[in-house]
């Protein structure tokens, strides 16, 4: 065959593959537990329990700061803390933390020039956290 051919055909069949659809991505079926409630066979052991029972969450409250101002909007709270000589403005679902409070919270997510529509404020800095624990009240 000749080289102008050959290349004629590998490129009508490249073509052609084209047109294929992608196929359906893998989803494994759902695990349910066994009748006896037994995990699977090399499985951890899980104690949900234990982690309910001592209000543990699935996220790490590795920073601590002192409350210097609050916001309580509905569903909401702004806290403004001090952490390490330097303020900062936490957001998280409606908190009763209040000036003087020392608290506990996971490292969140940070967005640069937020603007609380419900405040008609633009904070420069300000970091969504999961859940603030008050560990040392006023």
Request: net charge neutral; hydrophobic share 35%; charged share 15%.
């Amino acid at each position: 065959m000749k080289p102008a051919a050959v290349f004629t055909l590998l490129a009508m069949l490249a073509l052609v593959g084209c047109d294929k659809k992608p196929s359906e991505p893998f989803v494994p079926d759902p695990v349910t537990p066994s009748s006896s409630g037994a995990l699977p066979a090399g499985h951890p052991p899980i104690n949900t329990a234990d982690r309910a029972s001592s209000g543990e969450s699935d996220v790490l409250q590795t920073q601590q700061a002192t409350v210097v101002s609050t916001i309580n909007i509905p569903q909401f709270t702004y806290i403004e803390v001090k952490q390490d000589n330097q303020t900062r403005w936490l957001a998280t679902s409606t908190n009763a933390a209040n000036k003087g409070d020392v608290i506990k919270f996971d490292p969140g997510s940070t967005m640069e020039n937020f603007t609380s529509k419900a405040l008609n404020r633009t904070f420069p800095s300000i970091t969504f956290v999961n859940r603030v624990s008050i560990i040392n009240g006023k």
